[in-house]
């Protein structure tokens, strides 16, 4: 018996290097006519294989530590999370870009509190669940503390503000009880008053009011409102089955904003078309289904604190990815979130790959109780 799953290694390291490789066909335009970056092509190449390097580094570290040491400090990781929320709506300390106070400056790199808070909140809500598994029928004792601390996250959030995370970090939450066994007809009570609070949500704001018109129909506004979107979608038309090769795309010219980060995979359709859309997709696909099966097998062995963890790093890449894509190919409005494991940017790279090391924990911790050692 192999000491770590193998398929789950390779198929998280050929998404990282399918993204290395379009993170640069999909910049070099981009980087080449921007001062910022100093007119080199291979700006945003070198960082990203920067990003790499260290996300790998450290989750290589973060292999080493016993999944019961992640028990244990989960609450304080998650406190710590909530700091940095706050810090970064500080004036002079968080970073604004584009309108949002969504990073922290680290001299040499920004970082987004964010996308360290979806693994604080995978680490919280498994062992929130687990503490609480007495009480998953009641309302009271089961969810409402839960309700709190999520409805305290998700208004620093949306202060930023960042509703695509807000998505996913709800998503992970709700999963995990879900999961954990919380009475499905509460559970189905509050999708109900989840649902009606995002609508009331974008109501309230017109520029997410103003991203949902432009979704459902990009075309009335090509050069406003729709601009991003209808670009999106001409790339993934241009791309048809097979695309037209690497390094051919017109719409990564400066035509299509965020090409390299939000809207790779439009890239990934023009250059590689259906079937190299459907390639990523499967590998998240795959990426996901082993999670949720670990999940299951440390769930076996009464390991239900791990278990909760490898689900809801399964539902933190599934959500997002299937967030990304949708909005790629206009099926849901624009969120702001990234392709896990691909798109350009240090602090969800970083943050993926260590949660990926505490999923590939889980797994070397399962199959080691299997051979009867301890863990």
Same mark, same amino acid.
């Given at each position: 018996?192999?000491?770590?799953?193998?398929?789950?290694?390779?198929?998280?390291?050929?998404?990282?290097?399918?993204?290395?490789?379009?993170?640069?066909?999909?910049?070099?335009?981009?980087?080449?006519?921007?001062?910022?970056?100093?007119?080199?092509?291979?700006?945003?190449?070198?960082?990203?294989?920067?990003?790499?390097?260290?996300?790998?580094?450290?989750?290589?570290?973060?292999?080493?530590?016993?999944?019961?040491?992640?028990?244990?400090?989960?609450?304080?990781?998650?406190?710590?999370?909530?700091?940095?929320?706050?810090?970064?709506?500080?004036?002079?300390?968080?970073?604004?870009?584009?309108?949002?106070?969504?990073?922290?400056?680290?001299?040499?790199?920004?970082?987004?509190?964010?996308?360290?808070?979806?693994?604080?909140?995978?680490?919280?809500?498994?062992?929130?669940?687990?503490?609480?598994?007495?009480?998953?029928?009641?309302?009271?004792?089961?969810?409402?503390?839960?309700?709190?601390?999520?409805?305290?996250?998700?208004?620093?959030?949306?202060?930023?503000?960042?509703?695509?995370?807000?998505?996913?970090?709800?998503?992970?939450?709700?999963?995990?009880?879900?999961?954990?066994?919380?009475?499905?007809?509460?559970?189905?009570?509050?999708?109900?008053?989840?649902?009606?609070?995002?609508?009331?949500?974008?109501?309230?704001?017109?520029?997410?009011?103003?991203?949902?018109?432009?979704?459902?129909?990009?075309?009335?506004?090509?050069?406003?409102?729709?601009?991003?979107?209808?670009?999106? *979608?001409? /790339?993934? #038309?241009? $791309?048809? %089955?097979? =695309? @037209?090769?690497?390094?051919?795309? +017109?719409?990564?010219?400066?035509? &299509?904003?965020?090409?390299?980060?939000?809207?790779?995979?439009?890239?990934?359709?023009?250059?590689?078309?259906?079937?190299?859309?459907?390639?990523?997709?499967?590998?998240?696909?795959?990426?996901?289904?082993?999670?949720?099966?670990?999940?299951?097998?440390?769930?076996?062995?009464?390991?239900?604190?791990?278990? *909760?963890? /490898?689900? #809801?790093? $399964?539902? %933190?890449? =599934? @959500?997002?990815?299937?967030?990304? +894509?949708?909005?790629?190919?206009? &099926?849901?409005?624009?969120?702001?979130?990234?392709?896990?494991?691909?798109?350009?940017?240090?602090?969800?790279?970083?943050?993926?790959?260590?949660?990926?090391?505490?999923?590939?924990?889980?797994?070397?911790?399962?199959?080691?109780?299997?051979?009867?050692?301890?863990?």
């Amino acid at each position: 018996m192999l000491g770590y799953d193998q398929s789950l290694v390779w198929t998280v390291l050929t998404l990282l290097g399918i993204g290395l490789i379009m993170v640069y066909s999909a910049s070099i335009a981009a980087a080449e006519v921007d001062k910022d970056t100093g007119f080199r092509s291979t700006y945003f190449l070198i960082r990203h294989g920067i990003f790499l390097a260290v996300g790998l580094s450290a989750a290589f570290l973060v292999f080493q530590v016993p999944i019961r040491v992640w028990q244990q400090y989960s609450p304080y990781l998650f406190l710590f999370g909530i700091a940095l929320l706050v810090l970064v709506l500080i004036p002079h300390i968080g970073r604004e870009v584009n309108g949002s106070k969504r990073w922290l400056s680290l001299v040499v790199v920004n970082f987004q509190p964010s996308e360290a808070m979806k693994f604080f909140v995978v680490l919280y809500a498994a062992d929130y669940t687990v503490r609480k598994a007495a009480y998953m029928h009641s309302l009271v004792k089961g969810f409402v503390p839960m309700f709190v601390v999520m409805l305290i996250t998700g208004a620093l959030l949306l202060s930023e503000p960042d509703f695509g995370a807000l998505s996913v970090i709800t998503a992970i939450a709700m999963g995990s009880l879900f999961l954990g066994g919380f009475d499905w007809r509460l559970f189905a009570g509050l999708v109900v008053l989840l649902f009606i609070g995002f609508v009331g949500f974008i109501l309230i704001s017109p520029y997410r009011m103003a991203r949902v018109v432009g979704f459902m129909d990009p075309w009335k506004d090509p050069y406003g409102k729709g601009y991003q979107l209808s670009h999106s *979608l001409i /790339a993934f #038309g241009r $791309g048809e %089955w097979t =695309g @037209v090769g690497l390094g051919g795309s +017109v719409e990564k010219l400066s035509y &299509l904003p965020e090409a390299h980060t939000d809207f790779l995979m439009a890239i990934i359709a023009e250059e590689f078309g259906f079937v190299g859309v459907t390639l990523v997709v499967a590998l998240f696909a795959w990426l996901v289904f082993r999670a949720f099966a670990i999940g299951i097998q440390a769930a076996k062995l009464e390991r239900y604190y791990s278990a *909760l963890v /490898a689900q #809801g790093i $399964g539902i %933190w890449i =599934g @959500v997002q990815s299937v967030i990304n +894509v949708g909005v790629n190919m206009g &099926l849901l409005p624009t969120k702001g979130l990234t392709l896990p494991l691909l798109s350009f940017g240090g602090s969800g790279i970083l943050a993926n790959l260590v949660a990926l090391a505490v999923l590939l924990r889980v797994d070397w911790e399962n199959r080691q109780l299997m051979r009867g050692y301890t863990v």
